[in-house]
């Protein structure tokens, strides 16, 4: 069961475009939602996250907004830059036990930018 | 940014053989986690810990062990390597307050290949 859900497998933008990304979630328990960049052979880099109490982050170029009665969020990246090519993780957790936080992820999003 | 080390970042092995994925932190995190992600697929956790001597395992269940006797270091090890066990294996770390959601920071990898 897919709790955390990204349907694009990839996107393509053009430069100076802006990219959105979209992320779905069902289990109502999330209260925390994180964005990951991530290349080939490397780990996954934080990019922004959002706690379930606002429904918007703003970091530079890098947005997220948080529909929580959609149980939906939604990355944006504006103005696109080649060097944003890459797979976008959308992950989601919930405060449990002893603070232990156990991310669910997305299965990615690939991101192209073209010149 | 978080400071994390995993060694090696590629190795390929032969069927039963006994290997250990080294994970160190230099940020004095308390938690730290096991992820295990297969190409194109979600990340998947498979062990975490709150600190020195906890462990736990994650939702996808592993064949693998872990150890935390120093804050630091959270290595992995494998008994009896099998090819089922090619994957990557992405370790991170975070600062784990059991009030706030914190943010979880990852290492750059191991690429392990079992032939």
């Known amino acids: 069961d897919q709790q955390v859900k990204q349907n694009s497998p990839s996107l393509s933008v053009q430069e100076g475009r802006i990219s959105i990304l979209n992320c779905d979630y069902t289990?109502?328990?999330?209260?925390?939602f994180l964005w990951y960049k991530k290349y080939p052979a490397e780990g996954p880099t934080f990019l922004i996250s959002?706690?379930?109490?606002?429904d918007k982050n703003e970091d530079g170029r890098f947005t997220v907004f948080l529909n929580k009665s959609a149980k939906h969020l939604s990355l944006h990246i504006v103005p696109s830059q080649p060097g944003d090519s890459a797979v976008y993780f959308c992950?989601?957790?919930?405060?449990?036990?002893?603070?232990?936080?156990?991310?669910?992820f997305g299965q990615g999003t690939r991101l192209t930018i073209n010149p | 940014e978080a400071d994390i080390y995993q060694t090696p970042r590629y190795l390929v092995i032969g069927t039963g053989k006994k290997i250990t994925l080294e994970c160190s932190q230099t940020?004095?995190?308390?938690?730290m986690y096991w992820y295990q992600q297969d190409p194109g697929m979600e990340l998947h956790l498979i062990h975490y810990?709150?600190?020195?001597?906890?462990?736990e395992k994650g939702d996808l269940s592993s064949e693998s062990t872990v150890s935390r006797i120093r804050t630091e270091h959270f290595p992995l090890t494998l008994e009896s390597a099998r090819p089922s066990h090619t994957s990557q294996y992405l370790c991170?770390?975070?600062?784990?307050?059991?009030?706030?959601?914190?943010?979880?920071?990852f290492g750059p990898g191991t690429r392990l290949t079992v032939l």
């Open positions: 991170a770390s975070s600062v784990g307050t059991s009030i706030v959601p914190d943010t979880q920071y």
């Open positions: 289990n109502s328990m999330f209260d925390y």
């Open positions: 959002i706690s379930s109490i606002k």
């Open positions: 992950a989601a957790s919930a405060l449990g036990r002893w603070g232990a936080q156990k991310l669910v």
């Open positions: 940020m004095g995190h308390d938690k």
């Open positions: 810990s709150y600190g020195v001597n906890s462990t």
